[in-house]
């Protein structure tokens, strides 16, 4: 924590870079609080989804309120959802503007479900021109190729990204 106190009085004349510390270290400090060790981002989807979200918040300088109940191995199937949480999170850190984003995923028996949500403008899903692949190939796409769904709610109060798979399937 000193080291982080240090580069901050360092970095005072550069916003972002001392909110971007400023962040990291409260993930570090709420992790301790909680008592709870940080899962391995290669072996576990819950330190995979955490890990995703802490890299889109410092790419993006957003704040991302990331819950994860449960965990369970990460292979290709898990990782599939974790890459398709990544990019709804990139989606809503670039069009929902300062609005909040959340991530909750939990793993339950043998499914997991994650759900990334903002209370950005919304959009019509339907309306997304051909020529942008984003949520139609890295969300949707990726999700019915590993055998999962994904849903899209998405409304003038924001949108909510429902990620699905069934991992005994």
């Known amino acids: 924590m000193m080291q982080t106190l240090t580069l901050i009085q360092r970095r005072a004349s550069d ?8 962040r990291s270290q409260e993930r570090e400090l709420r992790a301790w609080l909680q008592g709870s060790r940080r899962a391995d981002p290669d072996l576990s989807v819950a ?3 955490e890990a995703a979200a802490a ?3 410092d790419a993006h300088g957003v704040t991302i309120e990331a819950v994860v109940v449960g965990d369970c ?4 199937r898990t990782g599939a959802v974790v890459a398709a949480a990544r990019e709804a999170l990139v989606n809503a850190a670039k069009f929902a503007g300062a609005a909040p984003i959340s991530l909750y995923a939990e793993v339950n028996g043998d499914s997991l479900q994650a759900f990334v949500r903002d209370r ?3 959009f019509d899903p339907d309306a997304v021109p051909g020529d942008r692949h984003g949520l139609r190939e890295s969300i949707v796409g990726r999700m ?3 055998g999962g769904r994904a849903f899209v709610h998405a409304n003038g109060d924001g949108t909510e990204i429902e990620l699905v798979l069934e ?3």
């Open 167 to 169: 991992r005994g399937a």
């Open 15 to 22: 916003p972002q870079a001392v909110t971007a510390l400023a």
């Open 55 to 57: 890299e889109v918040e």
């Open 73 to 76: 191995p990460l292979d290709e």
């Open 120 to 122: 950005g403008p919304g």
């Open 47 to 49: 330190g995979a989804l």
């Open 144 to 146: 019915e190729r590993n």
